[in-house]
């Protein structure tokens, strides 16, 4: 279940109009696809609960698996999040 490191926080910022991800060093700001995955991102879901959240919100998109899975990896070697 994916789940942000400690010292990390995602928000809505309105001054770069997009999602962000704030922590001690820093701010990333995210795309429109990121944000929308890491907005899933709670501690509780499965990765395949947040694929599954995404599909159905994103019908247009067709699977998803793949490319959440892919962007969640990217995200936990970027040190954003942990994957257990």
């Given at each position: ?30 795309n429109e696809s ?41 995200a936990e070697q970027?040190h954003w999040i942990?994957?257990?």
């Amino acid at each position: 279940m994916p789940k942000f490191r400690p010292g990390f926080r995602f928000q809505w910022e309105p001054a770069q109009n997009a999602h962000v991800l704030l922590y001690p060093e820093g701010m990333v700001r995210l795309n429109e696809s990121a944000g929308a995955i890491l907005a899933e991102v709670d501690g509780q879901r499965s990765v395949a609960d947040i694929v599954a959240a995404l599909e159905q919100r994103f019908p247009e998109a067709g699977p998803l698996a793949d490319d959440v899975t892919g962007f969640l990896q990217d995200a936990e070697q970027q040190h954003w999040i942990t994957l257990s």
